[in-house]
């Protein structure tokens, strides 16, 4: 029968993907990724005026929200105990 302490090291072990953190790391991920898509199909388009402002702005924020993401991602890690060599680098 398995102990307490390995059920809890399995657990972990099985579920690190799924933890807070890493999930907000996805997320960063993802936004980088969209504001550089932004960037590079819909800056460049100076034909339609109405979006000149859009746009661009749109990709500020993208990016700006994936940078603070980097600060809430550790913060939650050490509130929630998630901590590891490799989120630390």
């Known amino acids: 029968m398995a102990t307490v302490a390995s059920?809890?090291?399995?657990?972990?072990?099985?579920?690190?993907f799924c933890y807070v953190p890493n999930l907000i790391g996805y997320s960063r991920v993802v936004g980088a990724l969209a504001s550089f898509a932004v960037m590079i199909l819909f800056c460049n388009d100076t034909n339609n005026e109405n979006e000149t402002i859009a746009m661009p702005l749109l990709a500020i924020s993208l990016y700006l929200s994936s940078f603070v993401g980097d600060a809430v991602d550790g913060?939650?890690?050490r509130k929630l105990?998630?901590?590891?060599?490799?989120?630390?680098?």
């Open 75 to 77: 913060w939650v890690a």
């Open 81 to 89: 105990n998630q901590t590891s060599t490799f989120g630390g680098v």
């Open 7 to 16: 059920k809890r090291k399995l657990l972990t072990a099985n579920h690190v």
